[in-house]
């Protein structure tokens, strides 16, 4: 059953059907029959890096003037949705360089930045990260103390980054640093472009993580790390609007959570109908599988809500409106009910669903990670709760 994505498809261009249907090809015939390898070794085989580079899939929602595919935010999140339904793992490979690695340079670069980072990032020649999360702040991102100081012809960078997703493999960082501290995010942050190759600059080891196993993140350490006066993003025009861009990145980052949430809430769903099927084929009575009919039936009500909201909140950035706030609300809801989804899965899938790397079991630890990753679900709640005080009082 659809759950409203057959409805959906209507919605989207018949070169856009064909694209997905190649996608829905590849995941079946390469990654699938991979998903557990890789989340044992923790590394996706290059080969079929390369065939996700042949496939444009670096460069989903990058404009075709720059060399990628120019999807719309829906469209983008439909194919999320297809491939998060494997190894979670593949999507972030390809979905943080396409998405807030680069969409800061997309959004907010100049001209020249467009035609040096965009075309690298959508062959998949190149990977970009993005690089806000610090120690000391994770949520509270007008808080973060990476310094950046203009000397010459260069700005001199010292901070330390953690949790950078991606930061093996990036050849480029999207990075937010404190140009004036007096100012804070109100014209006091800038966001640079750093090259892996800046003097100064070191990716630290990966971190030992409870999920996204074959994701890797990073801690990234500037001490005195150089980079040259035109590697604002936006040029020296937007010094200090670092902090807009970065919220801006977000806002689409988090619709993609959710559409990684809802990928593998179905995927699960799908696990949890086939196991009923299984016992009802083996003879069991229906009457003796109430309790997994229930939990079915409640996973399918939550996942047809998530999949509703994320599409519409993606029809509407698509149609250019602000959805600050919908994207928060979207996250929070698609993130918990896939949690809630795998939760109940595990409880259907009894000691089945516990062995180590059992299907349940790895969805059940990556999909509490969407729920950290691009903004706590607390954070959401700020945004969203200070939105509805701000609104009342513009209404008042
Ligand atoms: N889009 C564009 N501009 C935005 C924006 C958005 N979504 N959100 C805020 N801004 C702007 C504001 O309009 C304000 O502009 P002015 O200075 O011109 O008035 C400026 O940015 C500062 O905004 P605000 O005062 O709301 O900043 P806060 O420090 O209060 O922000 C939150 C608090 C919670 C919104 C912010 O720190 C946040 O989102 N943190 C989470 C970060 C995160 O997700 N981290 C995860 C790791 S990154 S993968």
């Given at each position: 059953m659809g759950l409203g994505r057959d409805e959906m498809d209507k919605s989207v261009s018949e070169?856009?059907?064909?694209l997905k249907q190649q996608v829905?090809?590849?995941?079946?015939?390469?990654?699938?029959?991979?998903?557990?390898?890789?989340?044992?070794?923790?590394?996706?085989?290059?080969h079929l890096v390369d065939k996700m580079r042949r496939l444009g899939l670096f460069g989903l929602s990058i404009p075709r003037d720059y060399g990628g595919l120019g999807l719309t935010t829906l469209e983008e999140i439909l194919i999320y949705e297809e491939i998060t339904k494997t190894n979670a793992c593949f999507r972030s490979r390809i979905g943080t360089s396409n998405g807030i690695g680069s969409m800061g340079i997309l959004y907010d670069g100049t001209e020249e930045q467009k035609r040096r980072y965009l075309p690298r990032v959508a062959s998949g020649e190149w990977t970009a990260a993005f690089a806000l999360t610090e120690p000391d702040a994770g949520s509270d991102a007008a808080n973060?103390?990476?310094?950046?100081?203009?000397?010459?012809?260069?700005?001199?960078?010292?901070?330390?980054?953690?949790?950078?997703?991606?930061?093996?493999?990036?050849?480029?960082?999207?990075?937010?640093?404190?140009?004036?501290?007096?100012?804070?995010?109100?014209?006091?942050?800038?966001?640079?472009?750093?090259?892996?190759?800046?003097?100064?600059?070191?990716?630290?080891?990966?971190?030992?993580?409870?999920?996204?196993?074959?994701?890797?993140?990073?801690?990234?350490?500037?001490?005195?790390?150089?980079?040259?006066?035109e590697n604002v993003i936006g040029g020296m025009a937007r010094v200090g609007q670092g902090f807009k861009t970065a919220m801006r990145?977000?806002?689409?980052?988090?619709?993609?959570?959710?559409?990684?949430?809802v990928g593998a809430a179905q995927k699960v769903l799908d696990l949890c109908v086939e196991r009923v099927q299984r016992e009802l084929a083996s003879g069991m009575a229906k009457a003796d599988l109430q309790a997994e009919m229930f939990a079915l039936a409640d996973m399918a009500t939550q996942l047809y809500a998530a999949r509703q909201m994320l599409y519409s909140t993606a029809i509407k950035k698509d149609?250019?409106?602000?959805?600050?706030?919908?994207?928060?609300?979207?996250?929070?809801?698609?993130?918990?009910m896939a949690s809630r989804i795998a939760g109940l899965a595990m409880d259907s899938f009894g000691e089945e669903g516990i062995l180590t790397r059992s299907r349940i079991e790895i969805f059940l630890r990556d999909v509490r990670l969407y729920r950290i990753y691009e903004g706590t679900s607390e954070?959401?709640?700020?945004?969203?709760?200070?939105?509805?005080?701000?609104?009342s009082r513009s209404r008042a």
């Open positions: 070169d856009f059907l064909r829905v090809q590849f995941i079946e015939q390469d990654l699938e029959p991979v998903h557990l390898q890789v989340e044992e070794s923790a590394e996706i085989p290059e973060i103390s990476t310094q950046a100081v203009l000397d010459g012809d260069s700005w001199v960078l010292n901070g330390t980054k953690q949790f950078i997703t991606n930061a093996d493999t990036a050849q480029f960082f999207t990075t937010i640093a404190v140009t004036d501290e007096t100012k804070g995010a109100s014209g006091g942050v800038t966001a640079f472009i750093v090259e892996r190759d800046a003097p100064g600059f070191v990716v630290g080891p990966a971190d030992v993580k409870m999920g996204l196993k074959g994701s890797h993140t990073h801690e990234l350490v500037f001490k005195d790390c150089r980079v040259p006066a990145v977000l806002d689409k980052g988090r619709l993609s959570m959710g559409a990684c949430a149609e250019g409106r602000n959805v600050t706030q919908e994207a928060s609300m979207t996250k929070i809801f698609c993130t918990e954070i959401q709640r700020i945004i969203v709760s200070r939105n509805l005080l701000k609104n």
